[in-house]
T-cell receptor, first 113, second 112 residues
Framework: GAGVSQSPSNKVTEKGKDVELRCDPI?????LYWYRQSLGQGLEFLIY????????KSGLPSDRFSAERTGGSVSTLTIQRTQQEDSAVYLC???????????FGPGTRLLVL | GDSVTQMEGPVTLSEEAFLTINCTYT??????LFWYVQYPGEGLQLLLK?????DKGSNKGFEATYRKETTSFHLEKGSVQVSDSAVYFC???????????FGKGTSLLVTP
């Protein structure tokens, strides 16, 4: 079946602009996760959704980062007033339920100039 | 807090050589352990997992055994192929949290 999809695959933006990254999880998966992969920091957890609620936002690096999930499906990660240090690959994953295997999307490569 | 330490790369091997990538962890409770692989230009794929002590995960000729006494989950393959060239990530999922904690990744290059 279809895996996790993310869009756009690549995004180039100017410092100070807002960006939105989209994630479509595997159909029927109730849990959704966002991670960031950067050269200096490796893979970092950002936020977790169970259904439409986010019980764990502990990884969001600043208040410029926010995320929402609607209809228990699609999720959007928004970065406001982007900074150069936000440049990274943003990965989305989903799992059938809590504490189950996470399946990753191909990622969105964000470059902030 | 929970953490994963894996050997730094890059690791370069000749085809058909034996592979070991070391991974050790620190966690409270009884975490699940994973190896993910990222092939060039692709996303993260689950390679194998183990959910309790002494479990052995295996896939595509790769194996790893959950060793609670040494808090380790080393990845092994008896005979690597050029197509195994990728970055390998060890990760854990604690039973009290949701996030995966990843190691820094180990780059493997297999030459013909």
């Amino acid at each position: 079946g279809a895996g996790v999809s993310q869009s756009p695959s690549n995004k180039v933006t100017e410092k100070g602009k807002d960006v939105e990254l989209r994630c479509d999880p595997i159909s029927g998966h109730t849990a959704l996760y966002w991670y960031r992969q950067s050269l200096g920091q490796g893979l970092e957890f950002l936020i977790y959704f169970q259904g439409n609620s986010a019980p764990d936002k502990s990884g969001l690096p600043s208040d410029r980062f926010s995320a929402e999930r609607t209809g228990g499906s699609v999720s959007t990660l928004t970065i406001q007033r982007t900074q150069q240090e936000d440049s990274a690959v943003y990965l989305c994953a989903s799992s059938p339920g809590d504490l189950e295997t996470q399946y990753f999307g191909p990622g969105t490569r964000l470059l902030v100039l | 807090g929970d953490s994963v330490t894996q050997m730094e790369g890059p690791v370069t091997l000749s085809e058909e050589a034996f592979l070991t990538i070391n991974c050790t962890y620190t966690a409270t409770g009884y975490p699940s352990l994973f190896w993910y692989v990222q092939y060039p230009g692709e996303g993260l794929q689950l390679l194998l997992k183990a959910t309790k002590a002494d479990d052995k995960g295996s896939n595509k000729g790769f194996e790893a055994t959950y060793r609670k006494e040494t808090t380790s989950f080393h990845l092994e393959k008896g005979s690597v192929q050029v197509s195994d060239s990728a970055v390998y990530f060890c990760a854990l999922s604690s039973n009290s949290g949701y996030a995966l904690n990843f190691g820094k990744g180990t780059s493997l290059l297999v030459t013909p």
